[in-house]
């Protein structure tokens, strides 16, 4: 096996044998990820909307991957380290919500020819889907219920429901730092959805009128997620009307009804009305 550059026409061209696999099939295992692709109908446009979903659970994953890296610097009080984090899972954001654009041009007709392929089948069942919104503060007991036949699941998703979101993290930062972020606020019910609080949004407007640039910049990157998260509700609930109108959801929820009432909520709600006082 040739371990040297090979000269070609006077030009060093790629290396071309590995005697056997090559060291990009070992890294990214592609020969693994394009068998995973199993269509449940004969209809073509199936294995798009099947593709593009199994790139989203992807970017869900690297996504509960950056949010915990997020998590662990900003508990070493490692601000901009923590704020770099942010920024990177911010562009993972925009490439997952980018993934709607296909789903989205699908007419019902189209939608139709395979949906009943799916089941009763439905996004809301990815239970790293479920993880990622407990990290941004979307706690919620009942979502436990589609995983109760899969222990190992449920057992990582409970622990997630107790244990603190992103935001936890960053008002405990901010508490450190001697903000004033109220006690109970940090020692409340970490099982229960992030409600907003005033004290806390006057320390988020405190912020914005002063010159700490590690604090500003972490509280726009947060805004950026929350931004881009807003953004993926409203793509999932676009594409959802524009596909099979006023369906019932392939999971049994109410369809676009249950969308529309997700698509209300925001996270990091501090964030968003502090703005109102700088």
Same mark, same amino acid.
């Given at each position: 096996?040739? /371990?040297?550059?090979?000269? *070609?026409?006077?030009?060093?061209?790629?290396?071309?044998?590995? !005697?056997g696999?090559?060291?990009?099939?070992?890294?990214?295992?592609?020969?693994?990820?394009?068998?995973?692709?199993?269509?449940?109908?004969?209809d073509?446009r199936?294995?798009?909307?099947?593709?593009?979903?199994?790139?989203?659970?992807?970017?869900? !994953?690297?996504?509960?991957?950056?949010? &915990?890296?997020?998590?662990?610097?900003?508990?070493? %009080?490692?601000?901009?380290?923590a704020?770099?984090?942010?920024?990177?899972?911010?562009? *993972?954001?925009?490439?997952?919500?980018?993934?709607?654009?296909?789903?989205?041009?699908?007419?019902?007709?189209?939608?139709?020819?395979?949906?009943?392929?799916?089941?009763?089948?439905?996004?809301?069942?990815? +239970?790293?889907?479920?993880?990622?919104?407990f990290?941004? +503060?979307?706690?919620?007991?009942?979502?436990?219920?589609? *995983?109760?036949?899969?222990?190992?699941?449920?057992?990582?998703?409970e622990?997630?429901? *107790?244990?603190?979101?992103?935001?936890?993290?960053?008002l405990?930062?901010?508490?450190? &730092?001697?903000?004033?972020?109220?006690?109970?606020?940090?020692?409340? %019910?970490?099982?229960?959805?992030?409600?907003?609080?005033?004290?806390?949004e006057?320390?988020?407007?405190?912020?914005?009128?002063?010159? %700490?640039?590690?604090?500003?910049?972490? !509280?726009?990157?947060?805004? %950026?997620?929350?931004?881009?998260?807003?953004?993926?509700?409203?793509?999932?609930?676009?594409? /959802?009307?524009r596909?099979?109108?006023?369906?019932?959801?392939? !999971? +049994?929820?109410?369809?676009?009804?249950?969308?529309?009432?997700?698509?209300?909520r925001s996270?990091?709600?501090?964030?968003?009305?502090?703005?109102?006082?700088?």
């Amino acid at each position: 096996m040739s /371990t040297c550059p090979v000269v *070609h026409g006077g030009e060093e061209v790629p290396k071309l044998d590995f !005697g056997g696999t090559t060291p990009y099939e070992d890294y990214v295992h592609a020969s693994v990820l394009h068998t995973l692709q199993k269509q449940a109908s004969d209809d073509p446009r199936e294995m798009s909307f099947l593709v593009i979903t199994q790139i989203m659970e992807l970017y869900f !994953g690297l996504l509960v991957f950056e949010w &915990r890296q997020a998590q662990r610097e900003l508990r070493a %009080d490692d601000l901009r380290a923590a704020v770099r984090t942010l920024h990177r899972s911010d562009l *993972h954001m925009q490439g997952l919500n980018a993934a709607w654009r296909p789903i989205a041009r699908m007419t019902p007709g189209e939608f139709n020819s395979f949906r009943d392929a799916l089941g009763e089948g439905s996004g809301f069942q990815s +239970g790293v889907y479920r993880e990622m919104e407990f990290l941004l +503060g979307e706690k919620s007991r009942s979502m436990l219920v589609p *995983h109760r036949a899969v222990p190992k699941l449920h057992d990582s998703l409970e622990a997630q429901l *107790h244990a603190p979101s992103l935001y936890d993290d960053v008002l405990a930062a901010l508490h450190r &730092r001697g903000l004033g972020i109220p006690v109970d606020v940090l020692e409340r %019910d970490l099982s229960r959805a992030y409600e907003p609080n005033a004290d806390v949004e006057k320390v988020w407007a405190e912020v914005y009128r002063g010159d %700490d640039r590690d604090l500003l910049e972490l !509280g726009e990157a947060l805004t %950026d997620i929350a931004e881009e998260f807003a953004r993926w509700r409203y793509d999932h609930l676009l594409a /959802t009307r524009r596909s099979m109108g006023a369906k019932v959801g392939t !999971g +049994g929820s109410a369809g676009v009804a249950w969308l529309e009432k997700r698509t209300q909520r925001s996270v990091f709600p501090e964030l968003w009305t502090a703005r109102s006082f700088v």
